[in-house]
């Protein structure tokens, strides 16, 4: 009796086959990346005198390696600190030259003259646990964001958006080239008026 031969197995589609799972994978998978601070940082400038700055329009906040928040050296809790920030940004206590006609701030004289004087000074202890770090610079930017977005609505009432909604679409490649103009052209206005002077020191050394 003649021997049966066994079947073969068709593999010529495995290939294709193969394909189709690793772009499938390809597709589907996410990798997480870390996410940074968005900061842009100013050009490099050669300052033969750098300019004075008056001690009432600096905001020291510092964090020190016990994750403690110290603001204007005062021990502070972090859920405080954008309506600290806010008051100092918003104080509007300059006169003459330096007055600020828009700030609806106390106007205290040994507080910042304006928002384009405002600075925010941010320190770091080497040993500040990341999530801190991160968690403060948020309610620091969230504090210029709450100024930003009431000066929107108060300029701009007919575009029913914040300052925020309003930068989002700009940034939205769907946007048109014409709105993104006039958005441009809104969100400059609202940033010359709320600058984010945001400085930050260099880490102190843990002996």
Do not use: W
């Not at 495995?14 to 990798?31: E, K, N, P, R, W």
């Not at 021990?75 to 300059?94: E, Q, Y």
């Not at 701009?156 to 925020?164: D, F, S």
């Not at 989002?168 to 103009?181: I, N």
Request: proline share 6%.
């Amino acid at each position: 009796m003649a021997r049966r031969k066994s079947p073969e197995v068709n593999a010529g589609s495995m290939a294709d086959i193969a394909f189709l799972l690793l772009i499938f994978f390809l597709v589907t998978t996410t990798i997480e990346t870390d996410s940074g601070i968005n900061r842009k940082l100013p050009p490099m400038e050669e300052q033969i005198d750098p300019p004075i700055i008056r001690q009432k329009n600096i905001f020291t906040v510092v964090v020190n390696k016990n994750n403690q928040l110290l603001v204007e050296e005062e021990l502070t809790d972090i859920k405080d600190l954008r309506n600290l920030a806010v008051d100092f940004l918003d104080n509007g206590g300059g006169s003459g030259e330096e007055a600020c006609d828009y700030c609806q701030g106390n106007r205290d004289p040994r507080s910042s003259d304006n928002p384009d004087k405002a600075i925010i000074s941010l320190k770091n202890d080497r040993e500040t646990e990341y999530k801190v770090y991160i968690a403060v610079q948020n309610e620091l930017v969230a504090a210029y964001n709450v100024l930003r977005n009431r000066e929107f609505a108060r300029l701009y009432p007919n575009e029913a958006l914040t300052y925020i909604e309003a930068d989002l679409r700009y940034s939205d490649p769907r946007t048109s080239p014409d709105d993104k103009s006039s958005l441009k052209e809104k969100l400059d206005v609202i940033k010359a008026l709320y600058p984010q002077k945001l400085s930050e020191a260099e880490p102190s050394k843990v002996n």
